[in-house]
């Protein structure tokens, strides 16, 4: 089965500073990865995602992840954090061999301080 | 507003009795999706349709636990007897599936539960 762990409960960073927020899985066949961010009383909202091809992906705000097969990871990053990136942010995978089943870590708090 | 609406957006209940939400996807939509999220975690599966056939339940969808997407459009998902444990948020998503491609999903603003 799939699973989807997000090492970190807390990230911290200051304003304009690199952020990246970690995502590593696994599956057993081939991985379809998401990034989604949860403002608070808001529903998730779709960041960006992998399903084949370049191993960057570029999404919304600013964001991109990196495909890293070798080391099963999905890391999400911004070059320049901004104070309005304070969030939640999951990681998903759903696996090609288990239907629909989409499977989400358990979030990681972005703090940017300005 | 022509994202996914959720009704209602709380409900506090007392153990035992029986609760339903809805969900109104985006229109085109043809894949809805329902979650539970519990505080400090990320969402969990429960089910989902595409179209109206129920095509997956998680084992989390126990028999207290039903869900209905009569013409395709709005689902239902009503659990019966509820229990303190059934305290979370219950969210739902849509996504369009093209051919050939991974459809995105996307998520309305969910119910949060609170079972007395």
């Known amino acids: 089965a799939q699973s989807v762990a997000q090492p970190e409960d807390q990230v911290n960073v200051a304003e304009g500073n690199p952020l990246t927020v970690k995502c590593t899985y696994s599956v057993s066949g081939n991985p379809y990865l998401f990034w989604y961010v949860q403002y608070p009383n808001r529903g998730l909202q779709f960041l960006l995602k992998?399903?084949?091809?370049?191993?960057l992906v570029k999404g919304s705000y600013g964001f991109e992840a990196e495909f890293n097969k070798s080391q099963t990871s999905f890391h999400l990053k911004k070059p320049s954090a901004l104070v309005s990136d304070s969030a939640l942010y999951f990681c998903a995978v759903r696996d090609e061999n288990y239907g629909q089943n989409f499977v989400f870590g358990p979030g990681t708090r972005l703090s940017v301080l300005p | 507003d022509t994202g996914v609406s959720q009704d209602p957006r709380h409900k506090i209940t007392k153990r035992g009795q029986n609760v339903t939400f809805r969900c109104d996807p985006i229109s085109e939509h043809n894949r809805l999706y329902w979650y539970r999220q519990t505080l400090g975690q990320g969402p969990e599966f429960l089910t989902y349709?595409?179209?109206?056939?129920?095509?997956?339940k998680s084992r989390l969808l126990s028999d207290r636990f039903s869900a209905e997407r009569p013409k395709g459009s709005f689902s239902t998902l009503e659990i019966q007897r509820t229990e303190q444990g059934d305290s979370a948020m219950y969210l739902c998503?849509?996504?369009?599936?093209?051919?050939?491609?991974?459809?995105?999903?996307?998520f309305g603003p969910g119910t949060r539960l609170l079972v007395l």
């Open positions: 992998y399903i084949t091809g370049d191993n």
């Open positions: 349709f595409q179209n109206e056939a129920q095509l997956e």
């Open positions: 998503a849509s996504s369009l599936l093209p051919a050939g491609s991974q459809e995105t999903q996307y």
